[in-house]
């Protein structure tokens, strides 16, 4: 036991101290990239994926993306979800899949025609292939993740060292920020997301991973904290990241990390017997202690702007016209193209240059749902509701996964306000999609 926590606390280290030499080195950055998918497919290979290595590499690559493209490692911005791609894809032809994941090859028979509509846009400015890989590789890195994660069965201890492999870079991603920022209150002049406290990255995706973290380190915490030792590692990686997440000034991570928590704490409630739920009432008021005080700290450093920002309030407490920080103009704009092309849609990535003509200014979609409904019409509305559907349908005979409604609220949450820039609502979502034993499974059917 002393010698599983020494080297729990050495992986933690080693992940400060990395975070520290790439903030010197910057160039390290990109021999860190190479190495994660290098050795990661060692691991693969030599072991053959008898025990989903696949899934934990392409974990720890998750949690590294947004460490990654901060630090200038990634050597494009779809790195991270290309190699998880790959990763998978190998997967599959080690340990094969289950014919009933082909609902998800149906998913990418809906995305055709209007991959074909852009193939066809006949605008010099306009670079196609650019487009079509900024705007297709999240789906299909979804599609292929959740291919190979259909029914597969996997101990409730293994996913939760899952979690913990894509929670260390991301301790590295809070380290590189306080190295960034030492001072907020030095930077914290208003109440829009805050690029400097985000290590000069956009707030949106990383207060994305550090609310992912926040659920990971809280759920070790409570769940495999075996001593005191640990309960404190944990719970200081907790505030660690709360607080540094927060203090981004990007709402929707945040929130949605407090859901995922939230979600843990039901199921956890809701399967307990009576002696279980009195201890829980004790966790439940801890929990609730210290995100006050984690909110009370960042409230103080921000100067009381934190507060206004949650909100919807300017520096000087005016409050805002819009919500969602000028997204409703955009998803308005996705909805009259959608009833403006209600079958096959604009065709892949369009949908920007036809809300510039609406809107006067050429902007991404930030929400993948009324993306797909504009771009690909009713095809679209059908490739969502397989997404939206198919993990309910699995999960009314896998109750014993507890993290099923934390993954898939990050993904409905995420692909809201941050769309699928990054690749961690496609992995997180194909989580759900697992078959989660509490005992060890038997051999996989596949």
Same mark, same amino acid.
């Given at each position: 036991?002393?010698? /599983?926590? #020494?080297?729990?606390?050495?992986? *933690?280290?080693?992940?400060? #101290?990395?975070?520290?030499?790439?903030?010197?080195?910057?160039?390290?950055?990109?021999?860190?990239?190479?190495?994660?998918?290098?050795?990661?497919?060692?691991?693969?290979?030599?072991?053959?994926?008898?025990?989903?290595?696949?899934?934990?590499?392409?974990?720890?690559?998750?949690?590294?993306?947004?460490? &990654?493209?901060?630090?200038?490692?990634?050597?494009?911005?779809?790195?991270?979800?290309?190699?998880?791609?790959?990763?998978?894809?190998?997967?599959?032809?080690?340990?094969?899949?289950?014919?009933?994941?082909?609902?998800?090859?149906?998913?990418?028979?809906?995305?055709?025609?209007?991959?074909?509509?852009?193939?066809?846009?006949?605008?010099?400015?306009?670079?196609?292939?650019?487009?079509?890989?900024?705007?297709?590789?999240?789906?299909?890195?979804?599609?292929?993740?959740?291919?190979?994660?259909?029914?597969?069965?996997?101990?409730?201890?293994?996913?939760?060292?899952?979690?913990?492999?894509?929670?260390?870079?991301?301790?590295?991603?809070?380290?590189?920020?306080?190295? =960034?920022?030492?001072?907020?209150?030095?930077?914290?002049?208003?109440?829009?997301?805050?690029?400097?406290?985000?290590?000069?990255?956009?707030?949106?995706?990383?207060?994305?991973?550090?609310?992912?973290?926040?659920?990971?380190?809280?759920?070790?915490? *409570? &769940?495999?904290?075996?001593?005191?030792?640990?309960?404190?590692?944990?719970?200081?990686?907790?505030?660690?990241?709360? @607080?540094?997440?927060?203090?981004?000034?990007?709402?929707?991570?945040?929130?949605?990390?407090?859901?995922?928590?939230?979600?843990?704490?039901?199921?956890?409630? @809701?399967?307990?017997?009576?002696?279980?739920?009195?201890?829980?009432?004790?966790?439940?008021?801890?929990?609730?202690?210290?995100?006050?005080? *984690?909110?009370?700290?960042?409230?103080?450093?921000?100067?009381?702007?934190?507060?206004?920002?949650?909100?919807?309030?300017?520096?000087?407490?005016?409050?805002? /016209?819009?919500?969602?920080?000028?997204?409703?103009?955009?998803?308005?704009?996705?909805?009259?193209?959608?009833?403006?092309?209600?079958?096959?849609?604009?065709?892949?990535?369009?949908?920007?240059?036809?809300?510039? /003509?609406?809107?006067?200014?050429?902007?991404?979609?930030?929400?993948?749902?009324?993306?797909?409904?504009?771009?690909?019409?009713?095809?679209?509305?059908?490739?969502?509701?397989?997404?939206?559907?198919?993990?309910?349908?699995? =999960?009314?005979?896998?109750?014993?996964? #507890? =993290?099923?409604?934390?993954? =898939?609220?990050?993904?409905?949450?995420?692909?809201?306000?941050?769309?699928?820039?990054?690749a961690a609502p496609a992995f997180v979502y194909a989580l759900c999609?697992?078959?989660?034993?509490?005992?060890?499974?038997?051999?996989?059917?596949?």
């Open positions: 036991m002393k010698n /599983k926590k #020494l080297s729990y606390l050495a992986i *933690i280290v080693f992940h400060a #101290l990395l975070a520290l030499i790439i903030f010197v080195i910057p160039f390290f950055s990109k021999i860190y990239a190479l190495l994660i998918v290098l050795i990661g497919m060692m691991v693969i290979i030599k072991n053959k994926n008898r025990s989903n290595e696949v899934l934990f590499v392409s974990a720890y690559l998750v949690g590294a993306e947004v460490f &990654l493209r901060m630090t200038g490692g990634n050597f494009n911005n779809e790195y991270a979800k290309f190699c998880v791609i790959g990763f998978m894809l190998l997967g599959m032809i080690y340990s094969n899949f289950s014919k009933s994941a082909l609902i998800y090859l149906f998913f990418f028979v809906l995305l055709v025609p209007s991959i074909l509509i852009t193939t066809n846009y006949q605008d010099a400015g306009t670079d196609v292939k650019k487009v079509l890989f900024f705007n297709l590789s999240g789906p299909i890195c979804l599609g292929i993740c959740s291919i190979y994660t259909f029914g597969r069965k996997i101990t409730f201890e293994s996913i939760q060292k899952l979690l913990v492999i894509m929670g260390f870079p991301i301790i590295s991603t809070t380290v590189y920020l306080f190295l =960034y920022t030492p001072n907020i209150q030095d930077v914290v002049t208003g109440t829009q997301s805050n690029f400097e406290t985000s290590g000069g990255f956009g707030p949106n995706q990383v207060s994305t991973i550090l609310g992912l973290g926040m659920f990971v380190f809280f759920a070790q915490a *409570i &769940l495999f904290s075996k001593s005191k030792i640990e309960l404190l590692i944990n719970g200081g990686l907790l505030v660690f990241l709360s @607080y540094r997440g927060i203090v981004t000034f990007s709402r929707g991570g945040i929130i949605t990390g407090v859901i995922m928590i939230i979600c843990l704490l039901f199921l956890l409630y @809701y399967f307990s017997n009576a002696k279980g739920r009195s201890k829980f009432t004790i966790v439940f008021v801890l929990t609730i202690a210290l995100g006050i005080g *984690i909110w009370g700290y960042s409230s103080f450093q921000t100067r009381g702007l934190i507060e206004k920002r949650y909100a919807n309030k300017d520096a000087r407490g005016r409050e805002k /016209k819009d919500r969602l920080g000028g997204r409703e103009e955009i998803m308005d704009a996705d909805i009259t193209l959608f009833l403006e092309n209600p079958i096959f849609g604009v065709g892949v990535g369009l949908s920007k240059e036809k809300r510039e /003509k609406q809107l006067g200014i050429a902007i991404a979609s930030h929400n993948e749902i009324t993306r797909l409904f504009s771009e690909h019409g009713l095809m679209g509305i059908l490739a969502f509701l397989i997404l939206f559907i198919t993990p309910f349908i699995l =999960y009314i005979n896998n109750r014993q996964h #507890l =993290y099923f409604f934390s993954f =898939y609220f990050f993904w409905l949450l995420t692909i809201n306000h941050a769309a699928m820039r990054t999609l697992l078959s989660v034993q509490i005992k060890i499974p038997e051999e996989t059917e596949n």
